[in-house]
C-alpha cells in the first residue's frame, strides 16, 4: 500500500526558508509532485520531480525560490522554500503519479499525503 507522510510545515515569518519532507512508501519509481491549498482556494501545482530525480518542474509563482527534489534510496521527497511571502501560505501535499503523466493538474494524482501547514507572517 502506497503511503505518503509529509512533515516540516511551521509558522514563519517573510523571507525565511523552510524544508518540507515526505516519506513514501510502497513501489514508489513514480512521478512525484507538491501541491498547495490556501484557504478558499484550489489545489495548486507547485513542483514536480521525475521518476529517476533528474527532471524537475515548477510553478511560475515560484520559480527561483523553490527547489524539490527526491531521494529513492532513502524513500524521501524534499522542498526547499527559501523567501518566503505571506501568498506561500497554505497546506502543502506531497502527491504521487502512478502513470508518471508529469500533470499539474490534482486529479492526475492518486495519491496523496495528508498536507503540512505552512504560515508565512509579514
Known amino acids: 500500500q502506497v503511503q505518503l507522510v509529509e512533515s516540516g510545515g511551521g509558522l514563519v515569518q517573510a523571507g525565511d526558508s523552510l524544508k518540507l519532507s515526505c516519506a513514501f512508501s510502497?513501489?514508489?519509481?513514480?512521478?512525484m509532485a507538491w501541491f498547495r491549498q490556501a484557504p478558499g482556494k484550489g489545489r495548486e501545482f507547485v513542483a514536480g520531480v521525475s521518476r529517476t530525480g533528474s527532471t524537475r518542474y515548477y510553478a511560475d509563482s515560484v520559480k527561483g525560490r523553490i527547489v524539490i527534489s527526491k531521494d529513492n534510496a532513502k524513500s524521501m521527497l524534499y522542498l526547499q522554500m527559501n523567501s518566503l511571502k505571506p501568498e506561500d501560505t497554505a497546506v502543502y501535499y506531497c502527491a504521487a503519479d502512478q502513470h508518471g503523466t508529469g500533470s499539474r493538474l490534482s486529479h492526475q494524482y492518486e495519491y496523496w499525503g495528508q498536507g503540512t501547514q505552512v504560515t508565512v507572517s509579514s
Open positions: 510502497g513501489r514508489m519509481q513514480y512521478f
